[in-house]
């Protein structure tokens, strides 16, 4: 489908009904973005909350069901989308879930099934959209990584090692998109409050929140601010970046 370049730019957002992922959307579409969140079809509750949750969106935000973990599922989606709705310029990989638990009673399923969405999604999606960004000149992605990804966390040896990977595979992807005005960044929330970081342990999680420098958890709004400016059309020179928003937890050079 061809668009004026005036027309609004489209943007996929992967996990748009989750915690962070919503956000990204409502942030996007109030930057005049055509949104579209992706997420299960399963998630009833979750497609019903967010509803209410957009309709304080003036944008534009449509849902559109996908399991990033299936690499034809990801493929039909866009072929859908660019039919439907236009060209994918910006995508956001927000989809990620935690199966945390020691090493030593870590089973394959708990370590495949999170590479399936935290890892595979990312390879999943980027890949059927990378070359029409190339070809048109535009992209810009953001792949969420996570704190954890660069400090490790107990519990969490699969999810640190997908988080890790989604920012070698960002830059990886940066250098290859670099001269075809497409850019690949990470952002690496630290604890936000969402009902991922809700679902860890009461008193583990009153801990991290005191080793917390702005003394709170993140918002998804915090993380957000980072996505918006991230894949503004002026932020083509920011790219195999990562953008940490952890409220100090973690602070490197
Ligand atoms: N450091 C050192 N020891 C620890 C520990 C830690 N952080 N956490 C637990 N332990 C100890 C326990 O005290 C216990 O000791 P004993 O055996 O002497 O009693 C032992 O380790 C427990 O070990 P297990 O092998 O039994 O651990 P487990 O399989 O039950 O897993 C856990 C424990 C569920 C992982 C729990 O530690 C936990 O939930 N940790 C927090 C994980 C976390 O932060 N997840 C983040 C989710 S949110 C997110 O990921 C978003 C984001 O990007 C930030």
Known sequence: MSRSPS???VALVTGGIGGIGSEVCLQLALTGRTVIAVDLATRSDRIEAFREHIAASKGAIRFEPCDVSDFKAC????????HNI?????LVNAAGITRDTSLRK???????ELMRVNLDGVFNTCRHVVEGM???????IVNLSSVNGQTGQFGQTNYSAAKA????????????????GVTVNTVSPGYCDTPMVA????EIRQQIISDIPVGRLGTPADIARAV?????DDAGYITGANLPVNGGYFMSF
């Open 134 to 140: 190339t070809a048109r000149g535009f992209g810009r």
């Open 86 to 90: 236009g060209h994918v310029d910006i």
């Open 165 to 180: 990977g989604v920012h070698g595979f960002s830059m990886a992807l940066a250098r290859e998109t670099a001269r075809k």
């Open 228 to 232: 918006v400016f991230l894949t503004a």
């Open 75 to 82: 493929g039909s989606l866009i072929e859908h989308i660019e």
């Open 106 to 112: 870590m089973d394959p399923q708990h370590w495949h």
């Open 199 to 202: 679902a860890v342990p009461q």
């Open 7 to 9: 027309a609004s730019r």
